[in-house]
């Protein structure tokens, strides 16, 4: 397993749900926790993967979402079995959206 960890600046999140927990750990899939964080306009993303060598790529697929979503003032928890870019972003959009309660 490789753990990884990023922060990203990004607008910040409208709260109105607790923790969400999205997707299944498994072949090919993932499973996202999102929280409250510590910063209100930084992302903290922890990934723990089983996937080695791809730090670059989750960096980039993570940046990518921070920019494009309101994520500041989030804590993100990823256990990642092998998803593909699409898959990421597609659970970190669904875990966001259950975490504002359906507000996306």
């Not at 607008?11 to 109105?16: E, G, M, N, Y």
């Not at 921070?66 to 928890?77: E, F, L, R």
Request: proline residues 5%; contains cysteine; glycine residues 12%.
């Amino acid at each position: 397993m490789e753990t990884l960890d990023f922060r990203f600046d990004s607008a910040p999140a409208s709260r109105a749900a607790d923790p969400a927990l999205c997707g299944v750990v498994g072949s090919g899939n993932l499973e996202i926790l999102v929280k409250a964080g510590d910063q209100p306009t930084a992302c903290a993303v922890r990934i723990k993967t089983s996937a080695r060598g791809f730090g670059e790529t989750w960096k980039a697929v993570l940046g990518s979402f921070a920019a494009s979503h309101p994520a500041g003032g989030t804590a993100i928890a990823i256990n990642d079995m092998g998803a593909t870019p699409a898959v990421v972003s597609l659970r970190l959009a669904q875990a966001l959206a259950e975490y504002q309660g359906g507000a996306q």
